[in-house]
């Protein structure tokens, strides 16, 4: 059981990640949810989570918020990469691709490749575990090929002349 935001009765978990809702929207959206916030605690902006919760509980409805543990389902985590087509969770997949940003995401211990994508032996259709198996080797070797261009010197430079 949780509460369910006054402004837009998004369901959150807890006092403490309903009052994060509701200071995190009015900070980052204002509207609705800090005018809410002024008329009801005026200095929501200095308060800690808890003392904030405190104030905002008693004008919150109770809530259904459903929890899904990642023991509960049979995925695991889902895929949340960068959309690149690539296993962004893969070992040494980089997203720098010469941009400078170097976000590496292949240090994340959490990280397992192919999370949220189910195993093509677990599959009872022959022709999805076909794809699936085809598509990790597709992803196999474009993980390959940006390994290698990364450790390759001169494709830095042909990647910032093909940027320019």
């Given at each position: 059981?949780?509460?369910?935001?006054?402004?837009?009765?998004?369901?959150?978990?807890?006092?403490?990640?309903?009052?994060?809702?509701?200071?995190?929207?009015?900070?980052?959206?204002?509207?609705?949810?800090?005018?809410?916030?002024?008329?009801?605690?005026?200095?929501?902006?200095?308060?800690?989570?808890?003392?904030?919760?405190?104030?905002?509980?008693?004008?919150?409805?109770?809530?259904?918020?459903?929890?899904?543990?990642?023991?509960?389902?049979?995925?695991?985590?889902?895929?949340v990469g960068m959309g690149s087509g690539g296993n962004a969770d893969s070992p040494g997949h980089s997203h720098d691709h010469?941009?400078?940003?170097?976000?590496?995401?292949?240090s994340d211990p959490t990280a397992s490749p192919g999370a949220g994508v189910p195993d093509p032996e677990s599959v009872d259709d022959p022709t999805v575990a076909e794809a699936l198996r085809e598509a990790r080797e597709l992803t196999r070797r474009a993980a390959a090929d940006d390994a290698d261009r990364d450790d390759d010197p001169d494709s830095a430079a042909d990647d910032a002349d093909r940027d320019a």
């Open positions: 059981m949780g509460y369910a935001c006054p402004v837009c009765d998004t369901p959150q978990r807890d006092g403490e990640h309903l009052a994060h809702h509701l200071a995190f929207t009015a900070m980052l959206h204002g509207g609705d949810h800090e005018a809410w916030l002024d008329e009801r605690v005026a200095d929501w902006s200095e308060r800690e989570p808890a003392a904030l919760a405190a104030e905002v509980t008693p004008h919150a409805d109770d809530a259904e918020y459903e929890e899904v543990f990642e023991d509960t389902v049979p995925r695991g985590r889902p895929d010469g941009s400078g940003h170097g976000h590496d995401h292949g």
